[in-house]
């Protein structure tokens, strides 16, 4: 068991004493590790497993952008402790260098106001740097050069995306931004906004949530009607269709009398074979596109183990494709950093989940990676957009299209901005990698019920995100 040290300020433990909770350790090849966090005399231990050189990822506050996911770069086993801001200050701004190389690379050209900021950065994180004898005065500047190389990674990515979508456009007579949007088509809109809303969605999915079309009173009778009506605006307004996930391994996700039989696999598989048979059949030819399951790696909703859920998966997986063999078949992906795996309940990766389906040579034609910033306890901690750059260049070792599913927490003013803003940038992100098929961008219509943007308020009028998408979908 290895542990590393840091030193951190009481005013910054004040502030990030609940980060602490969420912060973890990966390996060189981004494998996460079981992590334990304690604070003893002042400074913060953490242990893994083994004693090679590791780097950390932590939620962190960041001035003026709100907490984001920071890592530090490769640290060694030592006893003398790390200053925590001065080694998350130091991994921020090298990750921003190694990407603006990276665009380089492929003709980008750096602005001069950009270049300034990065200067400007850098001079600030060489104070913190070269003061950590003075440990409070390197923390303060350590804390200014992250909200400075943040600000900066913003204005780099406007650069950068500015400069592909314009490369884009004299490339092409297509208009627009692209990129595939989607919404999750949770209703039906009204027909005042239906027509400019099918104009601006390439696609809808429309869920299929075993648990609500086979309700636990429904006593095993299966209700479409939601579904079909859904589908049916779908089809008038010629827009397509993906369908699911029609498996939900998550707290709450199938139907409660299925529980009744996981100590019995054979007879479970029976149940989900059956569903998924049904569900599939019924659209055959008017949907093209599935996602056959979700929370596969995680599950939470059944006393089975990561085994049973990989086999339900795949024979899910391969009925599908044997009864609909023109469709396409998504696995959604939720929390694909794997970082539940550092709370060591977990054996098994979402990597290593997909790996196995891959390699078993069923037809898993895609995959949904969902990012889901909600600030619930199983949702995802705030990530920037190079983070998730970064993640989706990992995901694309597989040579499977992806598809980004982001479900931005909703804030108290469903036309205010700040989450949009994120929104609007990843998704111009999105559009310059070439494994990325679509982005999944929220709900159509906003639901007391659930908490995240939606491309219209619950009167039916039109939200930030849609005038933004509409905006940034002009401008191309």
Known sequence: MGVLKFWVSDTDF?????????????????????TTVYRQDGIVHMERPGEGSVRLMMPWPVPEHGELVL??????????????????????????????????????????????????????????????????????????????TVAAMNQFIDAYTGQHLQAVKERTTTKGLPIAVLAELNKVPPEVTAKSLANQLSAARIDFA??????????????????DERLAWSEAGRLPVMGGPLLDFGPNGMPKRISAWT?????????????VESAISRYAGRIRRWEIATNTATGGGLDINEEQRLILTARALELATQIDRDADFFLR?????????????HRVSPMQFVD???RSGIQLRGLTLEYSPN??????????????????????RFGLPIILSIRMPAESDAHSGQQVDDMIRITKLMSAKSAVVAVECGRLTADASHSGIAFLDEQGEATTLFNQLMKADSAN
Request: glycine share 4%.
């Open 333 to 345: 992906v939720d929390h694909p950093w794997g970082d539940y795996l550092a709370r060591g309940q």
């Open 263 to 275: 100590k019995d696999l054979a007879n479970m598989q029976s149940f989900v074979c059956d569903y």
């Open 14 to 34: 004040s502030l990030i004493a609940h980060c602490l909770e969420s912060a973890y350790f990966i390996t060189v090849e981004s494998i996460v590790l079981p």
């Open 375 to 396: 600030g619930a306890e199983d949702g995802d901690a705030r990530r920037d957009a190079i983070e998730i750059s970064r993640l989706v260049d990992h995901w694309a």
């Open 210 to 227: 075993w648990c609500k079309v086979e309700p636990d009173e429904a006593d095993g009778e299966r209700n479409w009607e939601t579904i």
């Open 356 to 358: 196995a389906l891959v």
């Open 71 to 148: 890592c530090t770069g490769s640290l060694m086993q030592r006893e003398k402790p790390y200053l925590l801001a001065v080694e998350l200050a130091r991994g921020k701004l090298v990750q921003l260098r190694d990407q603006i190389s990276t665009w380089q690379m492929t003709g980008f050209e750096v602005p001069e106001d950009a270049a300034k900021t990065l200067s400007e950065t850098h001079h600030t994180f060489a104070i913190a740097a070269c003061r950590q004898d003075q440990q409070e005065e390197a923390s303060v500047a350590a804390m200014k050069s992250i909200s400075q």
